[in-house]
């Protein structure tokens, strides 16, 4: 249930972000897990925790598969520029198939003026 005083809610949350971020802090510690909290006030201010920090953790967490764990040998970069080229790639074949869309088209038009079946030698 909302808290109804304005003053008496931000006191709460300012009470709950700190007891949040400190179990992150302790799971960190004990676990050697890595964790990015982003956390709004009521206001909209935006609190942040991350070991090691929030930015490293997040462009992690956007260049590499979820269920995978980073490792010296397999660094997120290297996800991210594969990941990359496969877009570029993307990007050209969207090309060449809007071209053959525009061909087929105007095929499509010269047939149109052109009815197939006025011809009898097709």
Known sequence: ?????????????????FGLFKKASELCTLS????????????????????HSV???????????????????DPPLSICSTIHQQYIELCKQLEAEKIHSKELKIEGMKCSKFSCFDNPDL
């Open 1 to 17: 249930m909302l808290i109804e005083l304005k003053q008496a809610r931000q006191v709460t949350f300012s009470k709950c972000q």
């Open 32 to 51: 050697g897990c890595e964790i990015a909290l982003v956390v709004f006030s009521p206001s909209g201010k935006p609190f942040s925790f991350g070991h």
């Open 55 to 73: 930015n490293t953790i997040v462009q992690w967490y956007l260049c590499e598969s979820p269920m995978g764990v980073p490792t010296a040998q």
